[in-house]
């Protein structure tokens, strides 16, 4: 019988120290995985503060425009956007005070809207209209639809009590004569006296447009009259 080395028996390996080896093949997996995590993170923030400091506001155009560095640390903290700040720059080169810029941008915000009524504003200061009546008009948030309005009464003609009582109506949503309409009135020969009494009856349009037709073809039909003239006897 031969005699020699005894072949190797099979030795079952620990459990642990399987486990152990595969975790330590895993590690360098796991390891480039945060790695690239880690990148992906650093790239996001690099980015996110690159958009954040791209998106500062400037208030140049304002403190070119004549706003006294007080009136401007008090816009700056309304936060404005771009547009904002173009549209009360427009505002105050036209002429317009800083009190009326602060108060028609703060009655927007009211509103919850950014404030964007510069030309309305400028519209009707040229047309003769004072800051509180401006301003009154804003705070309903009905500048831009009755500053056209506005305007074509005050080239009408119409004195300022009249005007006050017509855009108050206006603002109330009550039922008013259109400026057209005092237009064709005055044309017929109305006084403003019965203008503003057929204004404060509250008439709805169609009421109003009938008063102002019958009103015209009185005027047409008294310009069609004829003088007969009579011949001498022969």
């Given at each position: 019988?031969?005699?020699?080395?005894?072949?190797?028996?099979?030795?079952?390996?620990?459990?642990?120290?399987?486990?152990?080896?595969?975790?330590?093949?895993?590690?360098?997996?796991?390891?480039?995985?945060?790695?690239?995590?880690?990148?992906?993170?650093?790239?996001?923030?690099l980015l996110l503060s690159g958009c954040q400091k791209q998106h500062q506001t400037d208030y140049t155009p304002l403190d070119?425009?004549?706003?006294?560095?007080?009136?401007?640390?008090?816009?700056?903290?309304?936060?404005?956007?771009?547009k904002e700040i173009s549209q009360l720059a427009k505002l105050k080169q036209s002429g317009a005070s800083d009190d009326l810029?602060?108060?028609?941008?703060?009655?927007?915000?009211?509103?919850?809207?950014?404030?964007?009524?510069?030309?309305?504003?400028?519209?009707?200061?040229?047309?003769?209209?004072?800051?509180?009546?401006?301003?009154?008009?804003?705070?309903?948030?009905?500048?831009?639809?009755?500053?056209?309005?506005?305007?074509?009464?005050?080239?009408?003609?119409?004195?300022?009590?009249?005007?006050?009582?017509?855009?108050?109506?206006?603002?109330?949503?009550?039922?008013?004569?259109?400026?057209?309409?005092?237009?064709?009135?005055?044309?017929?020969?109305?006084?403003?006296?019965?203008?503003?009494?057929?204004?404060?009856?509250?008439?709805?349009?169609?009421?109003?447009?009938?008063?102002?037709?019958?009103?015209?073809?009185?005027?047409?039909?008294?310009?069609?009259?004829?003088?007969?003239?009579?011949?001498?006897?022969?």
């Amino acid at each position: 019988m031969r005699v020699g080395c005894p072949e190797p028996s099979h030795v079952l390996s620990s459990s642990i120290a399987a486990g152990t080896r595969t975790a330590h093949r895993a590690c360098p997996t796991y390891n480039e995985g945060m790695r690239q995590s880690f990148i992906i993170i650093g790239v996001c923030l690099l980015l996110l503060s690159g958009c954040q400091k791209q998106h500062q506001t400037d208030y140049t155009p304002l403190d070119r425009s004549g706003f006294w560095a007080s009136n401007l640390d008090e816009v700056k903290k309304l936060k404005l956007s771009d547009k904002e700040i173009s549209q009360l720059a427009k505002l105050k080169q036209s002429g317009a005070s800083d009190d009326l810029c602060l108060s028609l941008l703060k009655a927007a915000r009211d509103h919850q809207h950014d404030f964007s009524s510069a030309d309305s504003a400028i519209e009707l200061s040229r047309a003769g209209y004072s800051d509180q009546q401006i301003l009154a008009v804003a705070q309903s948030d009905q500048i831009d639809m009755l500053s056209g309005e506005a305007v074509t009464l005050k080239l009408i003609g119409l004195s300022n009590p009249t005007l006050q009582a017509i855009i108050e109506r206006r603002i109330k949503g009550l039922p008013t004569l259109t400026s057209a309409q005092i237009g064709r009135l005055k044309n017929t020969g109305l006084s403003e006296k019965q203008i503003v009494a057929l204004v404060n009856e509250g008439l709805t349009p169609e009421q109003a447009e009938a008063q102002v037709a019958k009103r015209e073809a009185a005027r047409n039909h008294s310009n069609t009259g004829f003088v007969r003239v009579q011949g001498r006897r022969r």
